[in-house]
């Protein structure tokens, strides 16, 4: 099941408990060179089902898009369909966790 996620809870994720929190940015590689969290992985939408074939179903994983819309949630419901348990999407998106930053 997807879940959303606020961008101050995926902060205290990730400083808690690192890199056991996979943050999946599935814009394109030209996006992603923008603006990105330091932390995330860029893993366009269009190849994560590939890429997603080895990793841990039981992981915890947040999707990430421009907005926290449409991308992130397709591919946050994407991986839970294809059985990972603890799937995630971040509101507000990149846009979101820049402007909490601030």
Same mark, same amino acid.
């Given at each position: 099941?997807?879940?959303?996620? /606020?961008? &101050? *809870? *995926?902060? #205290?994720?990730?400083?808690?408990?690192?890199? &056991?929190?996979?943050?999946? &940015?599935?814009?394109?590689?030209?996006?992603?060179?923008?603006?990105?969290?330091?932390?995330?992985?860029?893993?366009?939408?269009?190849?994560?089902?590939?890429?997603?074939?080895?990793? &841990?179903?039981? /992981?915890?994983?947040?999707?990430?898009?421009?907005?926290?819309?449409?991308?992130?949630?397709?591919?946050?419901?994407? *991986?839970? #369909?294809?059985?990972?348990?603890? %799937?995630?999407? *971040?509101?507000?998106? %990149?846009?979101?966790?820049?402007?909490?930053?601030?």
């Amino acid at each position: 099941m997807k879940q959303p996620v /606020s961008p &101050d *809870l *995926l902060r #205290e994720w990730l400083q808690a408990h690192g890199t &056991d929190v996979r943050v999946i &940015d599935i814009r394109s590689k030209e996006e992603f060179q923008k603006k990105h969290i330091p932390a995330s992985e860029n893993i366009p939408a269009e190849i994560m089902r590939e890429q997603s074939a080895g990793w &841990d179903k039981n /992981s915890v994983i947040v999707c990430v898009c421009n907005r926290g819309h449409e991308r992130s949630q397709g591919a946050a419901e994407e *991986l839970s #369909e294809s059985g990972f348990k603890n %799937i995630f999407f *971040l509101q507000g998106g %990149i846009a979101g966790w820049f402007e909490d930053a601030t």
